[in-house]
């Protein structure tokens, strides 16, 4: 069956109930995304067509995300693009809104707050980003609900369709933000992280890398070589030693290290403990961001041992 492409709301609740009815679905999933799609997003909707009946994603360069008015015009629309790969994938409906349709009345006067979670890290380089995103991403879940309607756990139950949204475990702190939301605001639906999406050559895919140049992409694989110098030592369990990787990082003239730390997956506190003389033990989470030429990069890797 075609995708099929719709730009309101109730087009998409009238689309996704005649797509549920058809299939007799029990289940439908959401891929929230800002378009641009590339391989990561791929294996988003690749995971969410393998566990759900209906896939619905959605395509919205969200403004409220963006503090630099020229980095929100030059992000890029390739919605064609988009639909192919997402048609290719298996994904029913594609939900492509205009600004006009998610922020009605202009900019919302009410908005999700990320808290201290949201302040940290990607959201001491970039104030406010956090509270965007959440406020769209609690939009698009209240958008994406089953026309049937859900349990209270997102869950199949009593006879209600499970509804399941998907995020890149790339962004990790979007990530924990997300599930937090969704847990202490008791949102119907279960949140499932995708890994991440690397290249042959392990630099994690991002709608960004396309701004690189040919020098400056050859000096963003420090990023992840750094972090799989983390990943190989908490796997031996080893000390860390984090200043090491950290040297090895700003070695490279291109890269402008923004943070580079151990935290608690969860919380995402550092563990300075784990990161210096002693053994590394249990579980976290390396976390980097950096600046190759004029582009900002994050990545992660889980860490266990």
């Known amino acids: 069956m075609p995708i099929k492409l719709v730009t309101t709301v109730e087009a998409l609740h009238g689309e996704g109930a005649r797509l549920l009815a058809a299939k007799q679905g029990k289940s439908q999933g959401l891929v929230p995304t800002m378009g641009a799609l590339h391989e990561g997003h791929a294996a988003l909707a690749r995971t969410a067509v393998e566990q759900n009946d209906v896939v619905v994603a959605t395509i919205f360069v969200n403004p409220l995300q963006f503090g630099d008015a020229v980095d929100l015009d030059r992000y890029p629309r390739t919605l064609e693009a988009d639909l192919a790969l997402l048609e290719a994938e298996g994904v029913d409906l594609v939900f492509a809104p205009p600004v006009e349709e998610v922020y009605p009345g202009g900019e919302p006067l009410v908005r999700v707050t990320s808290g201290r979670l949201g302040e940290k890290w990607e959201g001491a380089s970039r104030p406010g980003h956090f509270d965007g995103a959440l406020t769209v991403v609690a939009k698009l879940l209240h958008y994406g609900l089953p026309a049937a309607g859900v349990g209270g756990d997102g869950r199949a139950g009593g006879g209600l369709p499970a509804y ?107 563990l300075a403990e784990n990161c210096r003389e002693t053994p590394f033990r249990g579980e976290a989470l390396a976390l980097i961001a950096a600046k190759v030429g004029p582009v900002r990069l994050i990545d992660n890797v889980p860490l266990s041992s």
Request: hydrophobic share 45%; net charge negative.
């Open 164 to 270: 399941r949204a998907y995020f890149g475990q790339k962004d990790a702190q979007q990530l924990a933000l997300v599930r937090r939301m969704v847990a202490d605001l008791n949102f119907p639906v279960q949140i499932v992280g995708v890994p991440t999406v690397r290249a042959e050559d392990g630099l994690a895919l991002s709608s960004r890398n396309r701004f690189l140049s040919d020098e400056e992409r050859e000096a963003a694989l420090v990023l992840s070589r750094a972090l799989r110098l983390l990943e190989e030592r908490a796997t031996a369990r080893e000390p860390l030693d984090l200043e090491s990787a950290q040297a090895l990082v700003e070695s490279q003239p291109l890269v402008a290290l923004d943070y580079f730390d151990v935290v608690d997956p969860a919380t995402l506190e550092p």
